[in-house]
């Protein structure tokens, strides 16, 4: 199968439909009925792919399981939708591409890079992977792929939160380029300007692993996460219970800290303790 689940909903009622009684509304405004407990793995392009939905009211789509997927685990193209009980895994581009996805969130979700039983099994199996081929692929494992602009001046808030979220088996994948976070890599103006909020984020790695350098190498140096409780921390989730920033590695963002800022140059980024910047 070439995906999933498919849903692109078009901006009005349409074919046979259009002539019942009643009024034409958009279906792209419309809320999903509901959305609950769907699994989607082993497909040819995209697990789940919702594209051009914007439900003016919000919605949440509940425990989702996406795993061992050719491209991206999840592809959203869409607004006030939030992502609840999910499992994603072992998808071979990204576990979340969030091509557009204005006032989006994340909650109570594991998100997996390179599972060991995965792992086994490509080893087992030779089945290609780009972890195992350093001459012929990206030689990267992504959680989340982000644009750095918001599709809608009018959907701007709350941004995008990640809230109760799990990243684990990154950093032993194999690759070179293990990421949580990275920035898509179209641009429409050299400026991170999407409110991102985290909160009790955990990880298994050495630290939250978001890909500053996928910024800079579109001269966007003004990421800004805030870290509500920070969890992220890179001495411990216990060495501060406030907010702290996650910023593009460069004086003027670090120069606006409260507190130290720890570097990880390999990244790009700051960890900036005891510092709220919105």
């Known amino acids: 199968r070439r995906r999933g689940i498919f849903y692109d909903p078009p901006s009005s009622i349409q074919s046979l439909s259009k002539d019942l009684p009643g009024p034409n509304f958009n279906p792209q405004k419309e809320r999903i009925a509901a959305f609950s407990g769907n699994v989607a793995h082993s497909n040819d392009d995209y697990g789940v792919y919702i594209d051009r939905h914007y439900p003016s009211g919000g919605q949440d789509l509940h425990g989702l399981r996406v795993f061992r997927n050719e491209e991206d685990g999840i592809l959203f193209r869409a607004q006030n939708t939030a992502i609840v009980g999910?499992?994603?895994?072992?998808?071979?581009?990204?576990?979340?591409?969030?091509?557009?996805?204005?006032?989006?969130?994340?909650?109570?979700?594991?998100?997996?890079?390179?599972?060991?039983?995965?792992?086994?099994?490509?080893?087992?199996?030779?089945?290609?992977?780009?972890?195992?081929?350093?001459?012929?692929?990206?030689?990267?494992?992504?959680?989340?792929?982000?644009?750095?602009?918001?599709?809608?001046?009018?959907?701007?808030?709350?941004?995008?939160?990640?809230?109760?979220?799990?990243?684990?088996?990154?950093?032993?994948?194999?690759?070179?380029?293990?990421?949580?976070?990275?920035l898509d890599s179209y641009v429409k103006l050299q400026h991170y300007e999407v409110l991102t909020q985290l909160e009790n984020i955990t990880t298994d790695d050495s630290h939250f692993l978001l890909d500053g350098c996928s910024g800079e190498d579109k001269d966007v140096q003004d990421i800004l996460f805030t870290d509500l409780d920070s969890s992220l921390h890179p001495d411990s989730p216990n060495t501060f219970s406030g907010p702290s920033a996650i910023v593009s590695d460069h004086p003027w963002m670090k120069g606006f800290s409260n507190g130290p800022c720890t570097s990880f140059p390999d990244y790009c980024h700051a960890y900036c303790e005891n510092s709220c910047l919105r």
Not at 91 to 108: H, T
Not at 116 to 133: E, S
Request: hydrophobic share 35%; net charge negative; proline share 3%.
């Open 86 to 182: 999910a499992y994603i895994a072992d998808n071979r581009v990204d576990a979340f591409d969030l091509y557009y996805c204005d006032s989006c969130s994340i909650a109570d979700s594991e998100i997996v890079g390179f599972s060991d039983a995965f792992r086994d099994l490509v080893v087992a199996q030779n089945i290609w992977h780009q972890c195992f081929d350093e001459e012929n692929s990206s030689n990267r494992v992504v959680g989340i792929d982000s644009p750095s602009f918001f599709s809608s001046t009018s959907n701007s808030y709350p941004g995008l939160k990640l809230t109760n979220v799990h990243f684990s088996k990154f950093e032993d994948s194999g690759c070179k380029r293990p990421v949580h976070f990275q």
